[in-house]
Nanobody, 118 residues
Framework: QVQIVESGGGLVQPGGSLRLSCKAS????????VHWYREAPGKQREMVAT???????HYLASVKDRFTISRDNAKNTAYLQMNALKVEDSAVYSC????????????WGAGTQVTVSS
């Protein structure tokens, strides 16, 4: 059973930066595709960024060029570097791991709150 712990959220002013971490235990992170999602009150959950095993990345259009997803397989940790934060980036950010085999394994973290406010 894989367990995920996210950290790094908090309160930041517009234009500021945060780095979220997603640390996995119970299996090797390099077996998984990593997604970061966010969900704001009254809005649908949306996929913010993805990094696949090869290192290729994909981003939600509204965060491209501001957010960077990365992974350190040696530390079993994935990251989401968020720069130039905007008020509309405020949400609970969650990490999801997916492993594709004979069946799909999916694991979610509990999430970390990001609040962008002056």
């Amino acid at each position: 059973q894989v367990q995920i712990v996210e950290s790094g959220g908090g309160l930041v002013q517009p234009g500021g930066s945060l780095r979220l971490s997603c640390k996995a235990s119970g299996d090797a992170l390099d077996n998984y595709v990593v997604h970061w999602y966010r969900e704001a009150p009254g809005k649908q959950r949306e996929m913010v960024a993805t990094i696949i095993n090869s290192g290729d990345t994909h981003y939600l259009a509204s965060v491209k060029d501001r957010f960077t997803i990365s992974r350190d397989n040696a530390k079993n940790t994935a990251y989401l570097q968020m720069n130039a934060l905007k008020v509309e980036d405020s949400a609970v950010y969650s990490c999801r791991l997916l492993k594709y085999g004979s069946y799909i394994e999916s694991y979610w973290g509990a999430g970390t709150q990001v609040t962008v406010s002056s």
